[in-house]
T-cell receptor, first 122, second 113 residues
């Protein structure tokens, strides 16, 4: 089945530093990946949609200059939290779908999720 | 706009008893509906989906869900709960033509031994 690998699983960084999170589709090509943020005991909040070879689409209220997304290949998307602050501490989860950009019929396909990254900013 | 509601933050059930986790949706058009499960500090795992066809959908780990168009509901069910089913469950909806999923607020299921 489709596997999404997310790395690192957890990271602790100091305030003001930047952190990069990688999301890889291991056995399929993902033209579209999604980045979510989850606060404790809350639902997933979609941050942005990452499109291979083009700019990411950010949800309202998400700072694109703070959360940099790069989707340079069909199997890798990265999220960089720049100048991290304690309020950025959260659980970040990526997901990918198969051919979501090109195939209408694949819209009924489930998204496949990485195991998430626990970010703690001290 | 599409939305999903999970009215119960917490559901407790005894092992061996049937369980139900509720979900209602609001969309324009025919929805694609999904259930996911999340274990602590992990990503989401797909359980089942409803696209079209039979209203009763069977999924992983013995779970099933019933699509009810008139009540706009998609409740998750299992005939006999296991302690290992204890986790956070999310209902999600995707409107045809849209790529992203909209998630409900989640329901913490606790199965008591």
């Amino acid at each position: 089945g489709a596997v999404v690998s997310q790395h690192p699983s957890w990271v602790i960084c100091k305030s003001g530093t930047s952190v990069k999170i990688e999301c890889r589709s291991l056995d399929f090509q993902a033209t579209t990946m999604f980045w979510y943020r989850q606060f404790p005991k809350q639902s997933l909040m979609l941050m942005a949609t990452s499109n291979e070879g083009s700019k990411a689409t950010y949800e309202q209220g998400v700072e694109k200059d703070k959360f940099l997304i790069n989707h340079a290949s069909l199997t890798l998307s990265t999220l960089t939290v720049t100048s991290a602050h304690p309020e950025d501490s959260s659980f970040y989860i990526c997901s990918a779908g198969v051919n979501l950009r090109s195939s209408f019929s694949s819209y009924n396909s489930p998204l496949h999720f990485g195991n998430g990254t626990r970010l703690t900013v001290t | 706009a599409q939305s999903v509601a999970q009215p119960e933050d917490q559901v407790n059930v005894a092992e061996g008893n049937p369980l139900t986790v509720k979900c209602t949706y609001s969309v324009s058009g025919n929805p694609y509906l999904f259930w996911y499960v999340q274990y602590p500090n992990r990503g989401l795992q797909f359980l089942l989906k409803y696209i079209t066809g039979d209203n009763l959908v069977k999924g992983s780990y013995g779970f099933e869900a019933e699509f009810n168009k008139s009540q706009t509901s998609f409740h998750l069910k299992k005939p006999s709960a296991l302690v290992s089913d204890s986790a956070l469950y999310f209902c999600a909806v995707r409107v045809p033509g849209k790529r992203q999923l909209t998630f409900g607020s989640g329901t913490q299921l606790t199965v008591l031994p």
